[in-house]
């Protein structure tokens, strides 16, 4: 009788973890009064049967409880019980998997690192789940490098190759290497990819091709796995992406209309805010309605005061503004239409990624008003966008050349010098 208490008790606490944790599964904040069920069940194993089997299984839940409840400290704690007193638990590499997932939650990444690398040298069951963790984290700091020899290195520890070239394709997407990206991510079986990894796959694969201009095939991809998810913020952020494929293959009224149907609805809106800001962009970009696109960037400053996209809204509105202004243009004295013709070639250039209409404006300073003070500034911005955005290193060293011979007094002429020494060791280096 006393063996079957104390695995009811048991039993009970697994059913209220589980029970708590179920809604995190659609995108929901885990179930706390369950949680705290789950922690009290468990902890009578404790309390009442120490000596009994299920004794470290309960500390693991009342572990990962704690976790899922925001309680950081009493979760560690619980989990170096495990580890301490059982070493030799069944449960131990998921412990330190959870611990180490605490301290990610808590951005402690290089506590956290410790631990994954732990279990990815034991190579345990947790191998792969580790090693996606720790490329999460170095994704999160930047260190692509690391996050590709870590990959390389654990490669034969991964069973499932899907996986591998996923992560893979991922890391090469963050590094800008699409080439590189899509090589890896087209190998990929979705249905060999585990449910927590399929939707960042669809989203990487989906914007590979829309960079390739395979406008099609991404809105297959796109169309075929809307259906899959439940969770609106991802349903959102799909329609979004689709948004964006309709938008350049020139279907502006489909891409609208999407936008149209999901933003009637008054209140609860996951990615609201980006929602509005994409239909400011299409009204902006494709249509030039920039009242109409202010309309947008201003409901996501009026009524969206914690969006994390509120300060690049307002610099659309500056932005905006500023266009008109400076469009209307009634100055006659020459070094303030120069001034107002080099802002205007900026916001077209910083804020709206206008490159043509730039590099317009900037050509004009440069041949119209050749002896102001923005003369030399447009030539720099000029070389600056033939060098990042056209890739063409001859064009952007000739405007380097002409400041260096005609604006000897300019306040970039040094800046100048340095950056046609810098194509020129480039150029050293490319030839050896």
């Given at each position: 009788?006393?063996?079957?208490?104390?695995?009811?008790?048991?039993?009970?606490?697994?059913?209220?973890?589980?029970?708590?944790?179920?809604?995190?599964?659609?995108?929901?904040?885990?179930?706390?009064?369950?949680?705290?069920?789950?922690?009290?069940?468990?902890?009578?194993?404790?309390?009442?049967?120490?000596?009994?089997?299920?004794?470290?299984?309960?500390?693991?839940?009342?572990?990962?409880?704690?976790?899922?409840?925001?309680?950081?400290?009493?979760?560690?704690?619980?989990?170096?019980?495990?580890?301490?007193?059982?070493?030799?638990?069944?449960?131990?590499?998921?412990?330190?998997?959870?611990?180490?997932?605490?301290?990610?939650?808590?951005?402690?990444?290089?506590?956290?690192?410790?631990?994954?690398?732990?279990?990815?040298?034991?190579?345990?069951?947790?191998?792969?789940?580790?090693?996606?963790?720790?490329?999460?984290?170095?994704?999160?700091?930047?260190?692509?490098?690391?996050?590709?020899?870590?990959?390389?290195?654990?490669?034969?520890?991964?069973?499932?190759?899907?996986?591998?070239?996923?992560?893979?394709?991922?890391?090469?997407?963050?590094?800008?290497?699409?080439?590189?990206?899509?090589?890896?991510?087209?190998?990929?079986?979705?249905?060999?990819?585990?449910?927590?990894?399929?939707?960042?796959?669809?989203?990487?694969?989906?914007?590979?091709?829309?960079?390739?201009?395979?406008?099609?095939?991404?809105?297959?991809?796109?169309?075929?796995?809307?259906?899959?998810?439940?969770d609106l913020q991802k349903k959102h952020s799909?329609?979004?992406?689709?948004?964006?494929?309709?938008?350049?293959?020139?279907?502006?009224?489909?891409?609208?209309?999407?936008?149209?149907?999901?933003?009637?609805?008054?209140?609860?809106?996951?990615?609201?805010?980006?929602?509005?800001?994409?239909?400011?962009?299409?009204?902006?970009?494709?249509?030039?309605?920039?009242?109409?696109?202010?309309?947008?960037?201003?409901?996501?400053?009026?009524?969206?005061?914690?969006?994390?996209?509120?300060?690049?809204?307002?610099?659309?509105?500056?932005?905006?503004?500023?266009?008109?202004?400076?469009?209307?243009?009634?100055?006659?004295?020459?070094?303030?239409?120069?001034?107002?013709?080099?802002?205007?070639?900026?916001?077209?250039?910083?804020?709206?990624?206008?490159?043509?209409?730039?590099?317009?404006?900037?050509?004009?300073?440069?041949d119209s008003y050749p002896d102001s003070y923005?003369?030399?500034?447009?030539?720099?911005?000029?070389?600056?966008?033939?060098?990042?955005?056209?890739?063409?290193?001859?064009?952007?060293?000739?405007?380097?050349?002409?400041?260096?011979?005609?604006?000897?007094?300019?306040?970039?002429?040094?800046?100048?010098?340095?950056?046609?020494?810098?194509?020129?060791?480039?150029?050293?280096?490319?030839?050896?």
């Open positions: 009788m006393s063996g079957c208490a104390y695995f009811n008790i048991f039993y009970n606490a697994e059913k209220y973890y589980y029970l708590g944790i179920a809604p995190l599964e659609r995108g929901n904040k885990p179930n706390l009064q369950y949680l705290d069920k789950a922690i009290e069940k468990a902890s009578k194993i404790l309390e009442f049967h120490p000596e009994s089997k299920y004794v470290d299984n309960a500390l693991l839940i009342i572990g990962k409880s704690y976790m899922y409840k925001g309680e950081y400290t009493k979760a560690i704690r619980k989990f170096n019980e495990l580890n301490d007193y059982y070493p030799n638990s069944q449960y131990i590499d998921e412990s330190i998997y959870f611990t180490a997932l605490t301290y990610v939650i808590q951005e402690e990444y290089e506590v956290s690192k410790i631990y994954f690398k732990r279990l990815m040298d034991r190579k345990s069951d947790w191998t792969e789940k580790s090693l996606m963790k720790m490329v999460d984290i170095l994704l999160i700091q930047k260190n692509y490098e690391r996050a590709i020899e870590i990959v390389t290195t654990y490669a034969e520890y991964m069973k499932n190759k899907a996986k591998l070239h996923f992560i893979r394709g991922l890391i090469k997407y963050e590094m800008h290497n699409y080439e590189g990206a899509f090589d890896d991510i087209k190998k990929v079986r979705q249905s060999k990819l585990k449910e927590e990894n399929k939707f960042r796959y669809i989203t990487i694969y989906a914007n590979l091709l829309i960079k390739k201009e395979e406008y099609d095939e991404a809105e297959k991809i796109v169309s075929r796995n809307l259906k899959y998810f439940n799909l329609e979004l992406i689709r948004v964006k494929i309709l938008s350049k293959s020139g279907r502006i009224k489909d891409a609208l209309n999407i936008l149209d149907n999901i933003l009637i609805q008054e209140r609860n809106i996951p990615l609201k805010d980006s929602l509005l800001f994409e239909r400011g962009i299409i009204y902006e970009k494709y249509m030039e309605d920039y009242d109409k696109a202010k309309e947008n960037y201003k409901k996501i400053v009026d009524d969206l005061k914690n969006s994390l996209i509120r300060p690049e809204a307002e610099i659309k509105i500056m932005s905006i503004e500023l266009l008109n202004e400076l469009a209307a243009d009634t100055i006659k004295d020459s070094e303030k239409i120069a001034k107002n013709r080099f802002l205007y070639a900026e916001v077209n250039y910083i804020s709206l990624r206008k490159i043509d209409e730039a590099i317009k404006y900037y050509t004009i300073i440069k923005y003369a030399p500034k447009a030539l720099y911005a000029l070389s600056y966008i033939y060098m990042k955005d056209l890739f063409d290193t001859a064009q952007s060293k000739l405007y380097l050349e002409t400041i260096v011979n005609d604006y000897s007094q300019s306040d970039i002429f040094l800046d100048a010098e340095k950056q046609i020494e810098r194509i020129k060791d480039e150029n050293k280096t490319e030839k050896q």
